[in-house]
């Protein structure tokens, strides 16, 4: 199985900080990840597919890169709606692995 | 506007069985591969199992854990997903989400479904 590890666990920002969370996999995944936030006591919603390509209606303050096993997700300026925790997740091969998760939390 | 809305969650004895259901609409829901995903109480995410459609035979795949117990169904006359759950153990208790966790360029999860395994 391909194990993703993503850091940090969490983190503590201000609203318009610029963070950064890094997702690594085991093995090669190519591009086939995806970034998906969650609010407490909500659905997942996915941000961000191929690793680069942000989902209509996601504010353009997110942004994915990467390929091969060493992903980022960039929140340019934080604001206040997007404290939730994020995932990352391959799709490249079965079974389809998620990170651990990252907690964004107000500082 | 993609919605995914599954049911049949509840409480369950270990040992028992339940299925869950998702019923999909705003997009061609039989073109897609669906996925379960469950979340255990405070836990993480954790792939269940996959349909494939039907010009890939309707072939699953699924997570070690589920695999011999678990069987993922679809109706795509009715644009319906389905999990059937057997030999249901304590750690199988957590929110189930429908949705498509591949290479689709879109959100497709669910809202999910709250199943409880306990005596």
């Known amino acids: 199985d391909i194990q993703m590890t993503q850091s940090p666990s969490s983190l503590s920002a201000s609203v318009g900080d610029r963070v950064t969370i890094t997702c690594r996999a085991s093995?090669?995944?190519?591009?086939?990840l995806a970034w998906s936030q969650q609010k407490p006591g909500k659905a997942p919603e996915r941000l961000i597919s191929?690793?680069?390509t942000l989902l209509s209606g996601v504010p353009s303050r997110f942004s994915g890169s990467g390929s091969g096993t060493e992903f980022t997700l960039t929140i340019s300026s934080l604001q206040p709606e997007d404290f939730a925790t994020y995932y990352c997740q391959q799709y490249n091969s079965f079974p389809y692995t998620f990170g651990q998760g990252t907690k964004l939390e107000i500082k | 506007e993609v919605q995914l809305v599954e049911s049949g969650g509840g409480l369950v004895q270990p040992g028992g069985s339940l299925r869950l259901s998702c019923v999909a609409s705003?997009?061609?829901?039989?073109?897609?591969?669906m996925d379960w995903v469950r979340q255990a109480p405070g836990k993480g995410l954790e792939w269940v199992g996959q349909?494939?459609?039907?010009?890939?035979?309707?072939?699953?795949e699924y997570a070690a854990s589920v695999k011999g117990r678990f069987t993922i169904s679809r109706d795509d006359s009715n644009n319906s997903l389905y999990l059937q759950m057997n030999s249901l153990r304590i750690e199988d208790t957590a929110v189930y989400y429908c949705?498509?966790?591949?290479?689709?360029?879109?959100?497709?999860w669910g809202q999910g479904t709250l199943v409880t395994v306990s005596s």
């Open positions: 349909i494939r459609n039907k010009a890939q035979g309707y072939t699953t």
């Open positions: 705003g997009f061609t829901f039989s073109n897609n591969y």
């Open positions: 191929a690793a680069s």
């Open positions: 093995q090669g995944i190519w591009s086939h």
């Open positions: 949705g498509d966790m591949g290479a689709v360029i879109g959100n497709y």
